[in-house]
């Protein structure tokens, strides 16, 4: 069965300190993994996505993530936290690829302490 | 860059009530879905539809339903409003199998 876990509800930061937002998926095929970000009272926007190519991805505003298939992990990383960056962020799993077959992680609250 | 446009921001109604929320894409996706969003659960299907006067039920159609007489609007409709609808809806677009786009959400509010 396929299914996200986003390891912390809540996650603070200082500002300029890296960040580390964990998920962990469980999937039956090779699947796409995507991280979108939700700002208060706006819709999701994507940041990036894993497709099976390179297993580095590189999103916007300095975030990336990487694939590892033997953790099951697509972990979100930024070296230097800025405040525009509190949000809420998003796992997202398409497993086999399809835009119905989204698994949604419950999210991560990212705060950024001035 | 992909509009996804919902008609109000905020709504509050009443019990009982029949409510429509309206989501309009100006991109010409075939793919659209309605979610909603709810503290601790994150985002959960509710209905999508591949093309105009399709629908498929996602993982939570109890209580709504949903049209796409056009392409590029797919309304939601809730028959008879109860307080445990009382949440966030987001609408999104997509194409084959691209990412989705999302609208910015319509909190509702049933009292």
């Not at chain 1, 989204?102 to 950024?112: A, I, K, M, S």
Request: glycine share 6%; with cysteine; charged share 20%.
């Amino acid at each position: 069965a396929q299914s996200v876990t986003q390891l912390d509800s809540h996650v603070s930061v200082s500002e300029g300190t890296p960040v580390l937002l964990r998920c962990n998926y469980s999937s039956s095929y090779s699947p796409s993994l995507f991280w979108y970000v939700q700002h208060p009272n706006k819709g999701l926007q994507l940041l990036l996505k894993y497709t099976s190519a390179a297993t580095l991805v590189k999103g916007i505003n300095g975030f990336e993530a990487e694939f590892k298939k033997s953790e099951t992990s697509f972990h979100l990383t930024k070296p230097s936290a800025h405040m525009s960056d509190a949000a809420e962020y998003f796992c997202v799993v398409s497993d086999p690829p399809g835009a119905n077959n989204l698994f949604f992680g419950t999210g991560t609250r990212l705060t950024v302490i001035p | 860059d992909v509009k996804v446009t919902q008609s109000s921001r905020y709504l509050v109604k009443r019990t009982g009530e029949k409510v429509f929320l309206e989501c309009v894409q100006d991109m010409d996706h075939e793919n659209m879905f309605w979610y909603r969003q709810d503290p601790g659960l994150g985002l959960r299907l509710i209905y999508f539809s591949y093309d105009v006067k399709m629908k498929e039920k996602g993982d939570i159609p109890e209580g709504y339903s949903v049209s796409r007489e056009k392409k590029e609007r797919f309304s939601l409709i809730l028959e008879s409003a109860s307080t445990n609808q009382t949440s966030m809806y987001l609408c999104a677009s997509s194409i084959d199998h691209s990412p989705l786009h999302f609208g910015n959400g319509t909190r509702l509010t049933v009292t």
